[in-house]
């Protein structure tokens, strides 16, 4: 069922500015935009942890940060040290992204331990893990999903926004087929419009990374009037 008003689409939203060039003031407007519009979250690269969680410290808004951003090629003790840092200055939230290289050799495995040492790390901090669906076989894709909740995370994301492709319907489907209510499925990764939004929640999607959405919620409230 899709969200009713503009509000409820917001709170699907994680408010999203990865790009290595964001400025602190680009960062500063990413936060107020997120208060201004209740998105649930405000996803950053680690090195604006504190920054927004100044920023971020009397609201409700979620403060969210990559870990092993965007290739997931370092080791899973790096993983688990930016993790740790991360929420001890402030992330909520943390999106990891798998060894890509493990993942394509089947050692799932080492897949696995990759996640829980981040999991770990988290200390009751909420996971997602990137399985970037772009460079996976869908039997890949479902084995990525699969690792990921046992190694503990609560949810599974499509894409980094960084690789050779983005959010797909047919992966969420299949993200959603895989876990089915045990853990949330994240599409991010070119959700630019509300059509696209639309699409990925009915396809399984219950949160939305996107750098676009406060365009997407003027969308809504044009349609509205």
Avoid at 76 to 93: I, L, M, Y
């Amino acid at each position: 069922m899709l969200p009713k008003t503009a509000a409820d689409y917001a709170k699907t939203i994680d408010h999203t500015l990865l790009k290595p060039t964001a400025t602190p003031n680009e960062i500063r407007s990413l936060c107020e935009d997120a208060v201004r519009h209740g998105f649930f979250s405000v996803c950053v690269n680690p090195a604006y942890v504190p920054l927004c969680r100044s920023i971020l410290e009397q609201e409700e808004t979620a403060l969210c940060t990559v870990v092993g951003f965007p290739f997931g090629a370092t080791s899973p003790r790096n993983k688990a040290q930016e993790t740790a840092w991360a929420v001890e200055h402030g992330a909520n939230e943390i999106d990891m992204v798998i060894n890509l290289g493990w993942a394509k050799a089947g050692d799932w495995r080492a897949v696995q331990i990759d996640i829980n040492e981040v999991v770990r790390a988290a200390e009751g901090a909420l996971v997602k893990v990137i399985i970037e669906n772009c460079y996976l076989t869908d039997a890949e894709k479902a084995a990525a999903c699969s690792a990921s909740q046992d190694a503990g995370a609560q949810f599974v994301k499509t894409s980094t926004g960084f690789g050779t492709g983005g959010a797909v319907i047919e992966d969420v489907a299949l993200m959603r087929r895989t876990v089915g209510d045990a853990l949330g499925v994240k599409a991010s990764g070119g959700i630019r419009s509300l059509e696209t939004m639309q699409a990925m929640l009915e396809a399984g999607a219950n949160r939305i990374g996107a750098s676009s959405g406060v365009a997407i919620l003027g969308e809504i409230n044009q349609s509205a009037q």
